[in-house]
């Protein structure tokens, strides 16, 4: 069975100060559950043309009792602006733990 969503733009902002751009996209996913972070930083890299490690995934909502969901997406220019500005916990929700931070977790 092939995913098929349906994006959106709901607002398209140019951050010059913060050298990036604010999407918010509504993403129809019919018959199939919620995208998790990581398919949508998939689809907004490939709709936008853009690298993956580009892509921040700040908000997801899925609106009550349908197949919407609502997402708000900042796409930087440079990874050096997007360490400087976006908060720690954001930065581990899109990519996770370093595999470094992981070993050191086993026992």
């Known amino acids: 069975m092939s995913i098929q ?3 959106k733009v ?4 140019e951050n010059k100060v913060l050298n990036r751009r604010e999407l918010i996209l509504r993403i129809d996913h ?3 559950r919620t995208p998790t972070r990581a398919e949508v930083r998939e689809l907004v890299s490939s709709a936008f043309k853009v690298p993956i490690n580009l892509v921040i995934v700040r908000k997801l909502r899925t609106l009550t009792g349908t197949n919407v969901t609502e997402a708000h997406i900042h796409v930087y220019k440079d990874e050096k602006t997007l360490h400087e500005v976006e908060p720690e916990h954001i930065k581990l ?3 996770g733990k370093k595999e470094e931070e992981k070993k050191e977790e086993q026992p």
């Not at 709901?10 to 902002?13: A, E, V, Y």
Request: hydrophobic letters at 40%.
């Open 93 to 95: 929700r899109n990519f």
């Open 10 to 13: 709901i607002k398209d902002l």
């Open 30 to 32: 019919i018959n199939y």
């Open 5 to 7: 969503y349906q994006i």
